[in-house]
Each structure stands twice: as structure tokens, then as C-alpha cells.
């Protein structure tokens, strides 16, 4: 069974039949991943179809169709479900993916459902790009005026290899179920918890830690088997009003004494009213622990470096909070007081991504130390070239520039600058600018 979704719900369907998007969206992907994961009802093997902008899913329904009514009530029922997510279907059953997926894209109707044997005869009428054939070999068939399954078919199969590929026999071959084709399903990814029930209700603090070491002990011995780390957990505490207590770190790992020193951190700041009746720790998020490649030489200084500083950002984190912790970024701004900004060090949106530095900005002359905000400055211009001679009262003795930035305006203000960097007499090297509006000048940053 093939399920095209050409339409989501934020998009309005266009008259006429819809067009499939060769644009790879990778928000369309990720909500693809998830209605597989919900057509888990009605197929146990569900998968996208593998393109590199997938539109359509793919569902082995042998033998739990009879559940349903047989394919079409399965078909109705799976449209109808769809339908209240808002999400426009095309749904084709056929003996193969080939089929199922050119009758959904090519069909007349929104629900097909091909008898078993008959794929050729649904095939004939179908145009060629219904074999998911490149664009290259759909325009060689269109020269020779070749614009349906049907018509191809009748082309000698000996000739085909050598005029128009290996693909178009193979493609060929999967729609009519000659060929295999292998599809890749999708699999729900099982919940990582483990839980500890008390006989009785627990206030004792001692009793809680150890229990919580031989829990964390349990889901990381779970995380190894995995080849996985822990990124992210949550500690609930059965029958109680307390917040769970949440741990997320800077980076996945499976350091057994620094979880535990953080967990007994986190477990602190916990105040219970009443016993616990049960402790359950889930796994929020994983992900792929670091690995060191073994060299000839075991020096590993940097990477002891590197995990000391992401234990201390975590438990610097832990203590003060995970919004005082932070980190700058560049962001892809003209305007340089607006060119950073200040992140959590363990946001996950801000920490996965990497800092927008263009080549243009790296080669750009800006200095390491720039001030808050500009501060004027007192100049004596020249009055040939209208450029500072002397700075307060050190004299200019090399310019270089021009950097003019014009930005602001969508933030209400309109910014006209030109930047230099004055080298003083004194040894001192500005980063100044004059607003062409005013002509006055401005220190906003030093070189050191």
C-alpha cells in the first residue's frame, strides 16, 4: 500500500490533481517519521518511500487487511484517520510498491486498489514518469514520443538496456513485481525507564540516593548495549507532588561518577512533604557517546581537557541554572552591537548548531574587544581628506578602512556608519566609525 500526502495542513490543495515537490523540507520529513509511526496500527512494517524529498509512505498490510474489512475498508479507515489530522491523502494497494505508488501519484482516484495479477493492465495507461525514472531518461523516451507504460512495453526489452539505461529495465521490473525492491521500515523507538516500588512510603534522603545509584547504574548498563549516552534524564518521584527531578548535560555521556554527583545535586534541592512510593528514571534524550581513536602515542591531555570542561559547564549549570550558564554566539547581523548574542550553554537548539561565521566575516577587520556601546569621541579632523589626525590627544598616524554598514531600518532606526582603524601615536589601535548623519565620531571597540 502506497500513502502520498501532497498536501499538509498549513498548505491549501490546488484545484485539479495534486503535483509532487522535488524540494527537500526537512519539516516534512520529520512529520512523515511520525504519521509511520501512527500507521503502526494498522501495518506492523510501515516506511517512507527513500528519495531525497519523501512525500509518501509505504505500509506491508498481508494479512492484517482482513481486520479492516478487507483493503478498501483498511484504505477508507486509514484516509478517514488521516482526514481528522487534516492531512489530503492518495492511497493505491497493489501486489507491489512500484505499482501501488505509481497508481496513488498517476491514478484518477483518491482510493485505488489494483486485484492481485493485474498490474500490467493498471500500468499501460500510466505515463512514464509513474516508474520513478530520472528526468533524463523520461526525456530520451519523450523524443521518441514514448509517453506511457503502455506504449514502452511494446518497445523490444533487449533495446532498452542500451538506449536508455539499466534503470528504466529495473524500474520497469519493480512496478510489475519481477524485481524485488528492498524498503526500509520505520521502528518506533522504545521508551528507556526503569522504576523501584516501595513496600512502604520512603522520606529517608540516604535510602533515596542509593536507590537512585542502582537505577542510573540499570538504564547506563541499558545505554551501553545501546552504544548510546545519556544526554538527558528525568527522575519521577510515584505518589508524591514533587517536580521531577531533570539532568540534561552539555553532551551525551556515560560517565558513571559524574551522573551520579549531578543526580545527587539535582535530588538536593528536592523537598518532600510526604513518602515516596516510588522512584521511576527515564532516558529523555540519548545520543552518540564520544569515542577516541586510538593513536600511536596515548596522549590524551586535550581529550581530558575537553570532558573536564563539559562536567564543569554541567555542574555549573546544575548549581546556578541552566539560564545563568552562558555562551556567545555570532549571529549574521551587519549591524556588530547586534553581531552576538549571549545562549544557554545546554540549550539544545542553540548548543547542535553551529555559529553562522561567513568567509566574508572572517576575513572582515573587527576587534576582539568591542565596547557595549559606541562612545563618542573627540577627533580633530584633516581638512583635506575630512579622516581624524589626531584622537584626544594622541596623533593618528595610520588609517585603514572602509567598512560601511547601513542596517537598522526593521528595527526602527537606521544606521549609517563608515569604520576605521585609527593607529594612535601612543600605541593604541581603534575601531572607530563616523555616523553619516551627524558626522560625528564614535569609539566601538579596540584591537589588542
Known sequence: MCVWCPHWPEQSPQPGPPERSSEYRPETTSRLRLLALHCHKYSPLVGLEEVPAPESLWLDISGSEALFGGERGLSDR?????????????????????????????????????????????????????????????????????????????????????RFGKELVRQLD???????????????????????????????????????????????????????????????????????????????????RHLSGLLRLQNERR?????????????????????????????????KHTQASAELIDRLSIRLGWHAVLRPRLMPDPQPEFACESVPWLD???????????????????????????????????SDTGLPCRVNRSVVVRISGTERIDAGWWRGADTKRDYYRLELESG?????????????????????
Open 78 to 162: 486509514l484516509r478517514a484517520d488521516l482526514s481528522e489530522q487534516r492531512v489530503q491523502t492518495r492511497i493505491a494497494t497493489a501486489d507491489s510498491w512500484g505499482t501501488a505508488w505509481a497508481v496513488s501519484h498517476y491514478g484518477e482516484a483518491d482510493i485505488s486498489s489494483v486485484p492481485p495479477g493485474q498490474s500490467a493492465s493498471w500500468l499501460v495507461p500510466l505515463p512514464v514518469a509513474a516508474l520513478r525514472i530520472s528526468d533524463t531518461a523520461r526525456r530520451s523516451l519523450q523524443l521518441l514520443d514514448v509517453v506511457t507504460i503502455g506504449q514502452l512495453m511494446r518497445l523490444p526489452r533487449s533495446s532498452l538496456p542500451s
Open 174 to 256: 519493480r512496478a510489475l513485481g519481477l524485481a524485488p525492491e528492498l524498503l526500509t521500515a520505520e521502528r518506533p523507538i522504545e521508551p528507556l525507564f526503569v522504576e523501584w516500588l516501595f513496600e512502604e512510603p520512603v522520606s529517608d534522603r540516604q535510602t533515596l540516593d542509593r536507590v537512585c545509584e542502582v537505577l542510573l547504574e540499570q538504564l547506563l548498563v541499558a545505554l551501553d548495549e545501546r552504544r548510546a549516552g545519556l544526554r538527558e534524564l528525568a527522575c519521577h518521584w510515584l505518589g508524591t507532588a514533587t517536580e521531577p527531578t531533570s539532568l540534561r548535560l552539555l553532551r551525551p555521556t556515560t560517565e558513571r
Open 271 to 303: 523537598l518532600f512533604t510526604s513518602g515516596v512510593h516510588g522512584v521511576r528514571m527515564e532516558v529523555v534524550e540519548m545520543g552518540l557517546a564520544s569515542v577516541r581513536q586510538a593513536t600511536l602515542f596515548d596522549d590524551d591531555m586535550h581529550d
Open 348 to 382: 539544545a537548539q542553540t548548543s547542535a548548531k553551529s555559529d553562522p561565521i561567513t568567509d566574508a566575516s572572517r576575513r572582515r577587520c573587527r576587534p576582539l574587544r568591542l565596547l557595549h556601546s559606541p562612545q563618542p569621541l573627540a577627533v580633530r579632523e584633516d
Open 428 to 448: 593604541a589601535a581603534l575601531w572607530a566609525f563616523v555616523d553619516r548623519d551627524t558626522g560625528r565620531w564614535f569609539l566601538h571597540g579596540l584591537f589588542v
